[in-house]
């Protein structure tokens, strides 16, 4: 009698373990591949590292590639219409810098537009995401919104920053905009664009402290032929603060610091 209880146990314990086998060998077949090897981390894999704390290198006034400083601003390829605002623009910088700017972020806290903000001496960076990248800048606390692997909207509005898509080129993240209104300079020298600017950009990180940012520029109101200029930038070790434009501070600055400092026009 105790014997056959015996063998029933161990014939129990077979099926059991036999069972057991079954599943194990199910698991193995039918399990999805790990995370590491689906298609979709492979991808996130090949996604360049373009975080950071990014501040500009000095020097970077002017978009013209063979003026960067700013101090022949005319030899952009203007048209008639884009050289009569430039010569209308009194910039705080470069070779028609003024103490008594008509520019519109000193003179109103109008936002600088995306390509001017890369001139400040403040930092900015680069949140990115599957479906968005974000570009925020410490200075007015400024952000944008990039749609990846996405097409313009058809009806595109015009804003301050434009619409910008982007994907992913190798190592590089690459912007495309349109949808610009034409209320920004592009630059600190006062270099103006139209609302049919179009623009690309090309972020790539050269090494671990430097990330290069290549813009193409193409305005057919404001330049006779597209050009592409270079900007590089420093990896920062310093969390970003509140910089705000504050349209009060300014005029008291201006009131007196600015004004003491030019001479009146004499009297006539």
């Keep these: 009698m105790g014997n056959r209880r015996i063998s029933s146990l161990a014939t129990v314990l077979m099926a059991a373990a036999c069972f057991c086998c079954s599943l194990g060998a199910l698991a193995q077949t039918s399990a999805p591949p790990k995370a590491g090897n689906s298609p979709a981390a492979q991808a996130a894999s090949r996604i360049p590292d373009l975080s950071g704390n990014w501040t500009i ?11 960067p400083s700013g101090s022949k601003p ?3 390829p203007l048209t ?18 003024t103490f008594q700017p008509n520019d519109p972020v000193q003179k109103y806290c109008d936002p600088p537009g995306p390509f001017r903000m890369y001139s400040y001496p403040w930092q900015f960076t680069i949140v990115q995401t599957p479906r968005q990248v974000y570009l925020l800048f410490e200075y007015l606390h400024v952000w944008r919104i990039v749609q990846m692997n996405q097409a313009h909207p ?10 910008s898509v982007g994907h992913y080129e190798g190592d590089t993240l690459v912007i495309d905009t349109v949808g610009f209104n034409d209320k920004t300079w592009l630059d600190m020298v006062g270099h103006p664009h139209s609302e049919a600017l179009h623009t690309i950009e090309r972020f790539r990180r050269l090494n671990h402290d430097t990330l290069e940012l290549e813009a193409t520029f193409q305005d057919p109101k404001a330049y006779t032929h597209s ?34 400092t030019v001479p009146s026009a004499p009297a006539k």
Excluded at 80 to 97: D, I, T, V
Excluded at 154 to 163: E, H, P, Q, S
Excluded at 230 to 259: A, H, V, Y
């Design 80 to 97: 008639p219409w884009g050289l009569q605002h430039l010569r209308a623009a009194k910039p705080p910088f470069g070779a028609n810098q």
């Design 154 to 163: 058809k009806d595109v509005d015009t804003t301050w920053l434009g619409d």
């Design 57 to 67: 290198s000095p020097g970077g006034t002017s978009w013209d590639p063979a003026d």
């Design 74 to 76: 005319e030899e952009l």
């Design 227 to 260: 050009f592409t200029s270079k900007r590089n930038f420093k990896l920062s070790s310093f969390p970003m603060g509140e910089t705000m434009c504050s349209l009060s501070e300014d005029q008291e600055f201006q009131k007196s610091i600015m004004d003491r």
